[in-house]
C-alpha cells in the first residue's frame, strides 16, 4: 500500500501514483511499460496475474526495475504530514525525510518500556507514564537495595530478599571456588606430567654419559697397558745394547 494522497499538501502528478491501490508510491518499482507500483502492491499482484494491471502487458517479477531517477526525485520532493497529525503533530516536511521524522516525532505512540505493561503512549508523555507505571521497580525504601515492582510493595519482605541474595552469592562464589580448583589441579597435573617427561630425559642422559665415561676408562686403561708394555720392549733393548 502507498502513502494516503491526503496527506500531501499539493498536487500531487497522477504518474507518482501507484497503479493498483492509486495512493502515492511507497518503495516503488517500474514495469518495462513504465507503469508504476508500490512493491508490495505489484508483487501481490504477480502472485494471481502474469500482466501489467493498466495495459495488460506481460509481466515478471524480474522485470520489475526501480522507478527513473527524475521520477524519484519529484517524488521525495513531495511534501506531506505527519501520520501523528490527528495526535497534534503539525509537521509538515519531503517524503524522503517523513520516516526519520516520524521515528523521532514526539506524538508517536510508543510501548512503555517497563516490563509487564502493555500501555502505549506518545513519546512525549512517556517519562509522566514512567513516574506512575505500575509496572516500574524501585529500589526498596528499607535499605536492602532489591529492585521491587509498586504492585508487590506489600508483598516484598528484605530479610527472605536478602537471605536469597546471600545464598546466591554463596553458590556463584562456591562456582567459582570449584572452577579454580579444577583449573590449579589441571595446572599441577600437566606440571607434573611436565617434571616426569623431564626427569627420564635426564636420567637417559646419564646413562649415556656413565656409558661414555666407561669407554673412556676402558680406552685410558688399554692406553696405559700399552705404554707399560712399550717402556718393557725399550728397557729390554737397552739391555741387549749394553750386552753387545
Same mark, same amino acid.
Given at each position: 500500500?502507498?502513502?494516503?494522497?491526503?496527506?500531501?499538501?499539493?498536487?500531487?502528478?497522477?504518474?507518482?501514483?501507484?497503479?493498483?491501490?492509486?495512493?502515492?508510491?511507497?518503495?516503488?518499482?517500474?514495469?518495462?511499460?513504465?507503469?508504476?507500483?508500490?512493491?508490495?502492491?505489484?508483487?501481490?499482484?504477480?502472485?494471481?496475474?502474469?500482466?501489467?494491471?493498466?495495459?495488460?502487458?506481460?509481466?515478471?517479477?524480474?522485470?520489475?526495475?526501480?522507478?527513473?531517477?527524475?521520477?524519484?526525485?519529484?517524488?521525495?520532493?513531495?511534501?506531506?504530514?505527519?501520520?501523528?497529525?490527528?495526535?497534534?503533530?503539525?509537521?509538515?516536511?519531503?517524503?524522503?525525510?517523513?520516516?526519520?521524522?516520524?521515528?523521532?516525532?514526539?506524538?508517536? #505512540?510508543?510501548?512503555?518500556?517497563?516490563?509487564?505493561?502493555?500501555? #502505549?503512549?506518545?513519546?512525549?508523555?512517556?517519562?509522566?507514564?514512567?513516574?506512575?507505571? !505500575?509496572?516500574?521497580?524501585?529500589?526498596?525504601?528499607?535499605?536492602?537495595?532489591?529492585?521491587?515492582?509498586?504492585?508487590?510493595?506489600?508483598?516484598?519482605?528484605?530479610?527472605? !530478599?536478602?537471605?536469597?541474595?546471600?545464598?546466591?552469592?554463596?553458590?556463584?562464589?562456591?562456582?567459582?571456588?570449584?572452577?579454580?580448583?579444577?583449573?590449579?589441579?589441571?595446572?599441577?597435573?600437566?606440571?607434573?606430567?611436565?617434571?616426569? #617427561?623431564?626427569?627420564?630425559?635426564?636420567?637417559?642422559?646419564?646413562?649415556?654419559?656413565?656409558?661414555?665415561?666407561?669407554?673412556?676408562?676402558?680406552?685410558?686403561?688399554?692406553?696405559?697397558?700399552?705404554?707399560?708394555?712399550?717402556?718393557?720392549?725399550?728397557? #729390554?733393548? !737397552?739391555?741387549?745394547?749394553?750386552?753387545?
Amino acid at each position: 500500500m502507498g502513502y494516503d494522497i491526503e496527506r500531501f499538501v499539493g498536487y500531487v502528478n497522477e504518474g507518482l501514483l501507484c497503479s493498483i491501490c492509486r495512493d502515492v508510491l511507497e518503495d516503488p518499482l517500474q514495469a518495462p511499460c513504465e507503469h508504476a507500483f508500490c512493491t508490495a502492491c505489484i508483487h501481490g499482484w504477480l502472485v494471481h496475474h502474469s500482466n501489467c494491471p493498466e495495459d495488460r502487458q506481460t509481466v515478471d517479477v524480474s522485470l520489475l526495475r526501480p522507478l527513473y531517477r527524475y521520477m524519484k526525485n519529484d517524488l521525495n520532493r513531495l511534501q506531506l504530514h505527519c501520520k501523528n497529525r490527528e495526535h497534534g503533530c503539525v509537521m509538515v516536511c519531503s517524503l524522503e525525510s517523513i520516516e526519520r521524522h516520524e521515528r523521532e516525532c514526539e506524538y508517536s #505512540q510508543i510501548p512503555c518500556s517497563n516490563a509487564g505493561c502493555t500501555v #502505549q503512549v506518545e513519546r512525549r508523555n512517556l517519562d509522566g507514564h514512567l513516574a506512575v507505571c !505500575e509496572y516500574r521497580s524501585l529500589e526498596c525504601p528499607n535499605g536492602c537495595g532489591t529492585l521491587i515492582l509498586s504492585a508487590e510493595d506489600t508483598q516484598h519482605n528484605c530479610i527472605a !530478599e536478602l537471605r536469597t541474595e546471600l545464598e546466591l552469592v554463596r553458590s556463584v562464589m562456591i562456582c567459582r571456588l570449584e572452577e579454580a580448583k579444577h583449573e590449579m589441579e589441571s595446572r599441577l597435573e600437566s606440571q607434573r606430567r611436565y617434571m616426569v #617427561q623431564k626427569e627420564g630425559i635426564l636420567q637417559n642422559e646419564i646413562e649415556e654419559l656413565k656409558s661414555q665415561m666407561s669407554r673412556v676408562m676402558s680406552d685410558v686403561c688399554s692406553l696405559m697397558a700399552a705404554e707399560r708394555q712399550h717402556r718393557q720392549e725399550l728397557e #729390554q733393548a !737397552e739391555l741387549e745394547k749394553q750386552e753387545l
